[in-house]
């Protein structure tokens, strides 16, 4: 039987030549086979050594991997006194080891630095509340909701999720605490402007008082010169009335003179008659201008009388008035220390809110490292409703943020650092 050939031909273009070449079928197989067969022993050798290799590199890698699920664990459950020291395989693992445990001890940092802010906010709020007390002694209610401390999972996974979960919670409180802050500094300044107008307005009512007593004063004056005019008037008409009586008798003399002189007498004795007559009507005019002048004595000395009474009242309502503006002063001091004591909590909640983005930094890098890190969460969600006075929303708010840090405090001190 005669063997088949294959035949292959191709042209080269340059040297416009054919080239062919031929070779038995059996042959090429033959080749084919043998290559494929060295070929598979070959490979059947690499796996089983490859798995051999992979056997001890997977056994010398998941012992670390190990400790570092259970230092994981212990650091899920909040204890960040863990330090993983004990693994030294000079690879990616020791390295991963070294920077779990650079975040976890920069979150511990970060946790006390926040719990010493913490603690701060809670006596600036205590020392906020005892200002707020002098100002308005009005009760005022809080409503305020605590959700508890969610279940532990199987996990590593979830753990991490469960720890950004609870600081995604805990950066809400504390947005919430900046919130009541701004709140509480919004409420001092409306109390503030509105304290300043009334002061203002208070100094224009004295002023006013002022000018009023010194108007009431020279009206006095006036009344009192009238008083003394009016007696020199009537010590003036008692003179006249005593010249006019005393005239009336020698004008009487003289006609008893003329009448014993007869004829001689007659043109002086007409003179005495016409004295005489014009003395009556003096003392008449005299009588009647002394009736005008008693009628006004009488209303000036009630007038008098008025203007005493006023002037008494006008001093008790000066006196009102200062005690008044004193008040107002002293007031004003206090709302200064709760403005500068606001202040001071802004600049805390300031502190606690970069603290908290320094949080939120490490665990993200935790979680993204690992994605093992785990946490205890407890929501803090706190409502607080605004009364009608400025006074309660200042001492609502106070009382809201010292709640808020101490529910915060509780959050941090779960961690065991």
Excluded: C
Aim: glycine share 4%; proline share 0%; aromatic share 4%.
């Amino acid at each position: 039987m005669e063997k088949k050939k294959i035949a292959l031909t191709t042209v080269i273009p340059e040297l416009g030549w054919h080239v062919y070449s031929t070779g038995y079928v059996d042959d090429i197989k033959n080749t084919i086979s043998e290559a494929f067969n060295s070929t598979r022993i070959i490979g059947i050798i690499i796996l089983i050594i490859a798995l051999i290799i992979m056997y001890f590199v997977s056994k010398k890698l998941t012992e670390p991997i190990k400790k570092l699920t259970r230092s994981m664990e212990d650091i899920s459950k909040g204890d960040l006194s863990i330090r993983i020291n004990d693994i030294s395989t000079k690879d990616e693992i020791e390295e991963l080891a070294h920077q779990i445990n650079k975040t976890v001890e920069s979150l511990g940092s970060i946790l006390k630095d926040i719990d010493k802010s913490i603690i701060t906010v809670n006596e600036q709020s205590q020392n906020l509340s005892a200002v707020n007390e002098e100002v308005s002694a009005s009760n005022h209610e809080i409503t305020q909701a605590m959700s508890g401390i969610s279940q532990k999972t199987y996990n590593v996974a979830q753990q991490a999720q469960e720890t950004e979960s609870q600081t995604k919670d805990l950066e809400e409180a504390i947005n919430s605490l900046e919130n009541n802050n701004k709140l509480m500094i919004n409420a001092n300044n409306e109390v503030v402007t509105s304290l300043n107008e009334s002061n203002e307005k208070i100094g224009v009512l004295i002023d006013s008082k002022k000018e009023s007593i010194e108007s009431f004063n020279e009206l006095k004056e006036t009344i009192e010169k009238l008083f003394s005019g009016i007696n020199n008037i009537s010590n003036f008409l008692g003179i006249i009335k005593n010249i006019a009586e005393q005239t009336n008798l020698l004008s009487l003399n003289a006609a008893i003179e003329a009448a014993r002189a007869g004829e001689a007498g007659r043109g002086f004795a007409v003179i005495s008659d016409e004295i005489r007559s014009l003395s009556n009507e003096t003392q008449k005019a005299t009588d009647n201008i002394g009736s005008i002048i008693q009628s006004i004595d009488l209303l000036v000395n009630n007038t008098r009388n008025t203007l005493i009474t006023t002037e008494k009242m006008s001093d008790e309502e000066k006196k009102n008035f200062e005690l008044m503006e004193d008040a107002f002063s002293k007031m004003h001091g206090v709302l200064n220390k709760m403005v500068e004591t606001t202040k001071e909590i802004g600049n805390d909640v300031n502190i606690v809110n970069d603290k908290k983005e320094k949080v939120l930094t490490a665990i993200s890098e935790v979680a993204s490292s690992t994605e093992q890190i785990a946490a205890i969460t407890e929501e803090v969600n706190a409502s607080v409703t605004e009364q009608e006075a400025t006074f309660s929303i200042v001492n609502k708010s106070a009382e809201e943020l010292q709640y808020m840090a101490e529910d915060v405090k509780k959050n941090i001190d779960v961690f065991k650092l």
